[in-house]
C-alpha cells in the first residue's frame, strides 16, 4: 500500500496500490501527450517497474474499496513526475475487494 500525499497540503493524501497487486496481466496505455508530460522517451514503452510506477487509487465502497484501472498515476522514476492517466478506449477495468481478498471485476 503506497500514501500519495500533497507537498504542499498535507491534508490531502490518497491510498494507493500497484496495479499489478490487483490485475497481474495489467497493460499500461499512454498516450504521446502523456508521455511528453512525464518526459519518457519515444522510442520505447515505459516498462512498469523499471521506468514508471504505475498504481491505482482506492475508493471507498460501502464496507470494502474499489480500484478504477482506467485511471491509474504514473510516474516518472528517473524524475518524479506523475500525472494521473485516463485510458478513454472505453475498457471496463474496475475492480472490488471481495471478502476473500481477491480482487473481482465490476461489470
Known amino acids: ?49 523499471a521506468d514508471v510506477l504505475c498504481v491505482a487509487l482506492l475508493m471507498r465502497s460501502g464496507a470494502t474499496v474499489q480500484v478504477n484501472l482506467n485511471a491509474t498515476v504514473v510516474i516518472n522514476l528517473h524524475n518524479r513526475r506523475g500525472i494521473q492517466c485516463v485510458n478513454s478506449a472505453g475498457l471496463s477495468a474496475c475492480f472490488r475487494l471481495s471478502a476473500d481478498s481477491g480482487w473481482t471485476p465490476l461489470c
Open 1 to 49: 500500500m503506497l500514501y500519495l500525499q500533497s507537498l504542499d497540503s498535507a491534508e490531502i493524501c490518497f491510498v494507493a496500490l500497484p496495479v499489478y497487486v490487483i490485475d497481474p496481466g495489467f497493460q499500461l496505455r499512454i498516450t504521446d501527450e502523456e508521455r511528453a508530460l512525464l518526459e519518457l522517451p519515444e522510442d520505447s514503452g515505459p516498462v512498469i517497474g
